[in-house]
């Protein structure tokens, strides 16, 4: 037993080694808003943290969870709405009229080649967290970048918050001397059931919209569909571990996540069995070794700042070096490291890449649906992936591409009567001379 403690606290000196300005991000307040709280994620599922002082508030996510199916083409309800037809007569129109000059012409009947507007991502829920046990005194929020571990500590109480990549899930540990238990309670705001789970527990079985619209269109025998498992251990009275594991029946792009998924409610209850038989602080060392075997790859040196910004928070040091000349080049680091920390947390699943908000929403309507605008914000995703040694992150939107290349050229034989429709090149590619 004293054996395995000791390694463990070996383990967590080593992995807590790099404790330098330009890694942590910290407040002395709760967050009021979405943009005020913390990002964590293990790459498919992720979580805001606001560090509530008596009730705490979690809204997490999985990239995976969006609302629509595969596309049915000339059977889609946006196809036949618009009366949209196969062939070259669309576009030999726009073209005549281009030809012709008639531009205001053109962009009206250009309207006849345009898809349908992108599915929206969606919100997985909102846990709550209320302590029972009352707190006062110094407050401090703050995010490690060089762990991936959140803290809020206020009193005798600490509360750390990571999400794990090689157990699956997100993890929530509380110690108080004056006692850690807390109540749960949670919401999802798509349609769901929530059961107990276990004594102290309660799983989420829900489905997402399977097309957007106004409204969106809910059948539960159709769209992507979830199940969440929140459950609460107490190790001693002074420890609580929160655990929460989620999978949806997302296959592919070109599965029905209805009628082909993957046994994603068998997958959840294995994910939890397996994370139960393990020390939560075991736990919290896969997490942080696996991000550290991304993040320690590159460490930015700009120099000393001249001024003491690493005793300020990061709210005032942002308002600080915007209204002065301040030299503060650990808030310079600070913002290259954070830029690598919200790759590494949200690009880890083939085939679904960070989105506009990365992997954090809590909308059931986000700003541009939180879609994949590839003219440029896709592309700024993975600005720094090669450059700070993250080019394995890119698989993630490289194997996105793939399935885009597959569904465009249906698209290019739908709309635009190009090539055969079946996702395969129209020339050979070769030497080139």
Not at 16 to 24: I, L, P
Not at 148 to 161: D, F, L, M, N
Not at 210 to 228: L, Q
Not at 278 to 291: G, H, L, N, Q
Request: glycine content about 8%; overall charge negative.
């Amino acid at each position: 037993m004293y054996k395995k403690i000791g390694i463990f606290l070996a383990m967590m000196m080593s992995v807590s080694a790099f404790a330098e300005d330009g890694v942590k991000i910290w407040f002395e307040k709760p967050a009021e808003y979405f943009e005020e709280a913390l990002p964590i994620g293990n790459g498919r599922l992720g979580a805001m943290v606001y560090g509530g002082i008596q009730r705490d508030k979690i809204s997490l996510n999985d990239i995976t969870l969006w609302t629509g199916e595969p596309d049915k083409r000339d059977e889609h309800p946006d196809m036949k709405q618009l009366g949209r037809q196969k062939g070259s007569a669309p576009v030999e129109k726009v073209r005549a009229l281009l030809e012709a000059e008639d531009y205001e012409g053109a962009e009206e009947a250009q309207k006849a080649l345009q898809g349908h507007g992108s599915e929206r991502y969606q919100p997985l829920g909102t846990l709550y967290i209320n302590f029972k046990s009352a707190q006062e005194g110094t407050y401090r929020r703050e995010l490690d970048l060089s762990t991936a571990v959140a803290k809020t500590t206020i009193g005798t109480r600490t509360v750390e918050y990571f999400a794990s990549s090689p157990d699956s899930a997100i993890v929530i540990i509380i110690k108080d001397p004056k006692g850690a238990d807390v109540d749960l309670e949670y919401e999802c705001q798509n349609p769901s059931i929530i059961t107990e789970y276990g004594e102290n527990g309660f799983q989420i079985n829900g489905y997402a919209a399977w097309h957007r619209g106004w409204p969106s269109s809910f059948d539960e025998n159709r769209g992507i569909h979830f199940k969440t498992i929140v459950s609460k251990t107490m190790p001693t009275p002074t420890e609580c571990v929160i655990y929460i594991v989620n999978e949806t029946s997302f296959d592919g792009f070109d599965k029905n996540p209805a009628a082909n998924s993957k046994p994603y409610k068998q997958m959840v209850e294995s994910n939890l069995s397996k994370l139960i038989k393990s020390e939560p602080e075991e736990i919290k060392y896969r997490a942080i070794a696996d991000y550290k075997s991304y993040f320690d790859r590159l460490k930015l040196s700009l120099g000393a700042s001249k001024g003491d910004y690493e005793n300020m928070p990061t709210d005032q040091r942002l308002k600080n070096y915007t209204a002065t000349e301040a030299q503060d080049r650990g808030l310079e680091t600070l913002y290259f490291n954070y830029g690598r920390y919200l790759l590494i947390s949200s690009s880890r699943t083939m085939g679904v890449p960070p989105n506009l908000q990365g992997l954090w929403n809590e909308s059931m309507d986000p700003p541009w649906s939180c879609n994949y605008t590839i003219n440029i914000n896709l592309e700024e995703n993975f600005w720094p992936a090669e450059v700070a040694g993250l080019g394995d992150l890119h698989m993630a939107m490289l194997s996105f591409l793939k399935g885009l290349s597959i569904n465009g050229s249906a698209a290019a034989k739908d709309f635009y009567n190009i090539g055969d429709g079946l996702g395969k090149p129209r020339i050979a590619m070769g030497n080139r001379s």
